[in-house]
């Protein structure tokens, strides 16, 4: 097994040395410090990253962005504190949203009243597409 480097000398000459909290600890041969692996946490792929923040960007709530992507809203507001995303503000428009696959997202450009009175952006959400809308509070 190769050990992790050591923080303190950047060694990757260790030797285990016991476990504690079910994380193993290491002792570095060069400088005889133990240290622990850290724990690794689920990793999440970039793409819901950078889709979580482009959906709150456009005005969707954390807790609308768990339910469409899947991630912990917790974990959407982590990223917009570590990102220093912004939202614009929207006090005369809010934003509606429709998933739709190809076929659906077809239609839904053929029918005028859905392309009239109301700015639009399309984006790809996997394998289907979200259309979402900014329409006037009235």
């Given at each position: 097994m190769n050990a992790p480097a050591c923080p303190k000398c950047d060694s990757v000459e260790a030797t285990k040395s016991g476990v504690i909290d079910e994380r193993q600890r290491f002792k570095c041969k060069n400088c005889g410090y133990h240290y622990t692996v850290a724990k690794m946490?689920?990793?999440?792929?970039?793409?819901?990253?950078?889709?979580?923040?482009?959906?709150?960007?456009?005005?969707?709530?954390?807790?609308?962005?768990?339910?469409?992507?899947?991630?912990?809203?917790?974990?959407?507001m982590n990223w917009v504190k570590k990102y220093g995303v912004k939202a614009p503000r929207q006090n005369d428009y809010h934003p509606t949203y429709k998933i739709l696959n190809q076929k659906e997202l077809a239609e839904f450009f053929q029918k005028p009243e859905n392309v009239k009175g109301a700015g639009m952006?399309?984006?790809?959400?996997?394998?289907?597409?979200?259309?979402?809308?900014?329409?006037?509070?009235?």
């Open positions: 946490g689920r990793e999440v792929d970039s793409y819901y990253v950078i889709k979580a923040l482009q959906l709150y960007i456009e005005g969707v709530s954390y807790r609308e962005i768990e339910r469409l992507l899947g991630v912990s809203h917790v974990s959407v952006m399309v984006t790809e959400l996997g394998d289907k597409f979200m259309v979402i809308r900014w329409e006037r509070f009235r």
